[in-house]
């Protein structure tokens, strides 16, 4: 059999970039949540908010550290697998990414250190200054990094010139057409992340009685703020459709299962995309919804998928369903977000079991939410590398070999699989000390800084801590 | 209307970040490597902590060079990626097991060793590899428009193991000169013990790479024996280095050995600089050749102008900071 590299090198970065996104989004919205709490400990001197952005700083490091290491390989990833669009698009993403980079150095280099290690040796007032330039960085690092992809599925200000991307206006190439939909729709995300895992972990936490008041605190926080912005993505991702059915119609008929353009397209709630035969094997859906959705008048018409030859159409079965996944899990986590308002009254919320149980299950969620909506971006756009102008076909390295990039494939499973599984077991041993008895231990002047230092927690189970106890910090 | 030469100004910067990188980082490699043969746990102990501190730091410079190269130089970006593709793969893979041995090493106890050994394996790992791109950049590549149409295998060669080698000794001469400077005691006297040999080995080495280069390629054979005599000095201060590092551990001198290691390090360096000038990608093609548009140079370099000096500053503070000895049982948990 002739391995294929285009497919292989196509699996290898959705493999290694939706591993590595799922770390940036969290903490991009639990930057921002510490920057929240640290603000409120500083005007109201409660211990609590202290005690909560202490823990979430430990969560936060862990999370960060595993985020840099991921990211390292994603800089040589266009290198390696697609080096003829890297050689392309260097004008203008040599810059971007590097930008990109430079700013998370110097927000590493700055103010991350300050922020980890820095509560009982700076004034509070620098300490949260740090907290909030660290929630800045990481949007200002998303800014960049979300320009380059946007650039990619709307390219503006470039003009290509014998094979090679030459950037004609800077501002129009980074403000492109769908950044600022893809902006605003992915900041959303980071804080739905950040809410709804700092609301899961905090419902499991009063389960167990742990900590009560602090996590009834930060559980009461996180569903305030869930109940706008939940619904907000909804209406935001709504304007994101209509940017992308302006600019990439194919890709908004495979979102639909919609295979010809025609007035009156319902909104399918299942089916499943025969793309082979151009139609759907079988379909339930809402009658002219799609249409009313999409153009806003019920006999509206929406593009279909056959409207393109074959080998320009994107394999909708993967757009279609992950389409629906995120919708779904949006949807779940609007009604969370409204039941929890309405648990408020008598001051149910945090004291109803299956809610809770609701709650802690539901952290999980906004990392497929997040992935899903990824699929159907990228996939989406295929086999557009550069929306209409390069395909991923040109874009891949010539030189590479199905062989080749089936051993780095296998190789970056390995490797990922060893190293992150140990440290997503390290942030469990995390959550599980939780946020009791949270000593500093002395030496911390001559503690060099690595963002894991910021937890103290023992890489194994300590012999009293099973059934619930939790272990005592340090075991040094 | 093109005001200045940029791409020979990014020229000098990212030759910059490629020597901090292998000053830097190469000595936290060397120390990884050497880390199996240390006298004992505490030794290690105290062996990770003495880089704990300015690691990652120093791998910011490699991620910072792989950016830069993008965005300056992208021919020579998407010539060598696809070229040393498995290469650079191992590469990867060893930085970030021995990343991660850095964060969990500490806070392991019964699975300490598990986290020795991917330290140990993942610097030893890196360093040859790099020390195979630096042979592979001698060697040239075979290209065609501007693209790498060699094979995956085309870099390791007997002289690409060779110059593999000769990062481990050389990695290992700066870990084991960083550790004379960095502690005391029984492990500083390992340290003294191991220096010379390592000292002995990278000369070995070194020389044989020396002799062969100019094998490799006929310009390489042109520039070191036309009439271009003066980068002899080169050689010249790369062997007084060497005898500096000699005599300096002989008189067991602190900080002298590493200095003049780092001497050793540089004055190769510019040997090496100076045999391929101004070929970036060879045998073919030139800096100019392989420079990214002039608006683009522009633009990234205006940002990097302000960012560079305080990367720079705080460089030198956190090393000020860490300064001194580190003691056995102190620091880092």
């Keep these: ?476 | 209307m093109e005001l200045f030469d940029l791409p020979l100004i990014w020229a000098f910067i990212i030759g910059f970040g490629i020597i901090m990188y292998v000053l830097m980082d190469g000595f936290d490699l060397g120390v990884g490597i050497l880390f199996p043969f240390a006298p004992n746990e505490e030794a290690r102990d105290t062996m990770m902590n003495s880089v704990a501190p300015v690691w990652d730091g120093n791998e910011t410079w490699l991620v910072l060079g792989g950016a830069g190269l993008l965005a300056a130089f992208p021919m020579v970006y998407s010539i060598f990626l696809p070229a040393l593709y498995i290469g650079v793969f191992l590469l990867l893979a060893g930085l970030i097991f021995r990343g991660v041995a850095f964060e969990f090493r500490f806070k392991a106890r019964t699975s300490r060793y598990l986290w020795n050994w991917a330290f140990a394996g993942g610097s030893t790992v890196a360093s040859f590899a790099q020390g195979a791109v630096v042979g592979a950049y001698i060697q040239g590549f075979e290209t065609a428009n501007g693209v790498y149409v060699g094979g995956a295998l085309d870099w390791l060669t007997p002289f690409t193991v060779l110059t593999g080698l000769g990062m481990l000794a050389g990695y290992s001469l700066l870990g084991s000169t960083w550790l004379i400077m960095k502690t005391e005691g029984y492990l500083q006297q390992w340290a003294y013990k191991i220096t010379l040999p390592l000292l002995l080995a990278v000369l070995v080495v070194f020389g044989i790479i020396g002799v062969w280069t100019p094998f490799v390629d006929e310009l390489v054979r042109e520039r070191w024996f036309s009439n271009l005599s003066i980068i002899w000095v080169l050689p010249v201060l790369t062997l007084l280095c060497a005898i500096q590092i000699y005599r300096s551990v002989r008189d067991r001198k602190d900080g002298m050995p590493f200095v003049a290691t780092m001497g050793l390090f540089i004055t190769t360096y510019l040997g090496l600089v100076v045999s391929r000038w101004p070929y970036v990608v060879p045998p073919e093609y030139t800096l100019w050749d392989a420079a990214s548009a002039y608006e683009s140079q522009l633009f990234l370099l205006l940002g990097l102008l302000f960012v560079i000096p305080i990367v720079l500053v705080y460089t030198a503070w956190t090393y000020w900071v860490f300064r001194g000895k580190v003691r056995a049982g102190e620091g880092y948990h």
């Design chain 1, 1 to 476: 059999m002739e391995l294929d590299p285009l497919i292989l090198s196509r699996i290898q970065f959705a493999f290694v970039v939706s591993f590595h996104a799922i770390f940036p989004v969290f903490t991009i919205g639990l930057a921002s949540y510490i920057a929240v709490l640290e603000g409120l400990a500083f005007k109201t001197e409660n211990p609590l908010w202290v005690k909560l952005s202490a823990f979430w700083t430990k969560v936060f490091a862990v999370v960060f550290g595993m985020g840099v290491v991921s990211g390292i390989v994603m800089s040589f990833q266009f290198g390696t697998n697609w080096s003829n669009f890297a050689q392309a698009s260097a004008n203008f993403l040599g810059p971007i990414l590097s930008y990109e980079v430079v700013t998370a150095f110097f927000l590493e280099a700055a103010f991350l250190g300050v922020l980890l290690f820095g509560r009982d040796k700076v004034p509070a007032g620098v300490h949260l200054f740090a907290a909030i330039m660290v929630a800045l960085g990481t949007f200002i690092s998303s800014f960049w990094i979300l320009s380059a992809n946007s650039w990619m599925q709307t390219p503006a200000g470039t003009e290509l010139r014998d094979g090679v991307f030459y950037v004609t206006s800077w501002s129009e190439a980074i403000f492109n057409p769908s950044f600022p939909y893809r902006f605003a729709h992915m900041a959303l995300a980071s804080f739905l992340t950040g809410g709804f895992v700092v609301a899961g972990v905090s419902a499991w936490y009063l389960l167990l009685g742990r900590e009560v008041e602090a996590n009834k605190k930060a559980l009461s926080m996180c569903l305030w703020l869930l109940l706008f912005i939940a619904p907000a993505q909804a209406v935001l991702g709504d304007f994101h459709g209509l940017n992308t059915l302006e600019h990439q119609p194919t890709k908004v008929a495979a979102m639909e299962g919609n295979w010809e353009t025609s007035p009156n397209v319902p909104l399918l709630l299942f089916a499943i995309p025969d793309q082979e035969n151009q139609r759907n094997v079988y379909e339930i859906g809402i009658p002219s919804l799609a249409s009313f959705i999409l153009t806003h008048e019920w006999d509206g018409e929406v593009p279909g998928v056959s409207a393109v030859p074959v080998e320009e159409q994107p394999p909708v079965a993967i757009v279609f369903w992950s389409f629906r996944v995120m919708v779904g899990i949006g949807l779940l986590m609007i009604a969370f977000a409204v039941t929890g308002l309405v648990l408020r009254a008598g001051g149910r919320y945090w004291r109803t079991s299956w809610f809770l149980q609701g709650m802690r299950f539901m952290s999980i969620t906004p990392f497929f939410a997040v992935l899903t909506g990824w699929f159907v971006t990228e996939v989406g756009r295929a086999p557009w590398l550069v929306y209409g102008q390069m395909t991923q076909a040109q874009a891949l390295t010539p030189s590479l070999t199905g062989g080749m990039a089936l051993f780095t494939l296998i190789g970056y499973i390995v490797v990922y699989a060893l190293v992150f599984s140990a440290g997503v077991y390290y942030l469990m041993r995390v959550l599980y000390v939780g946020l009791e008895d949270q000593d500093e231990d002395e030496h911390e002047a001559e503690r060099p800084k690595r963002p894991f230092s910021a937890a103290h927690v023992p890489f194994e189970i300590d012999e009293d801590e099973h059934h619930g106890k939790p272990a005592s910090q340090g075991g040094h």
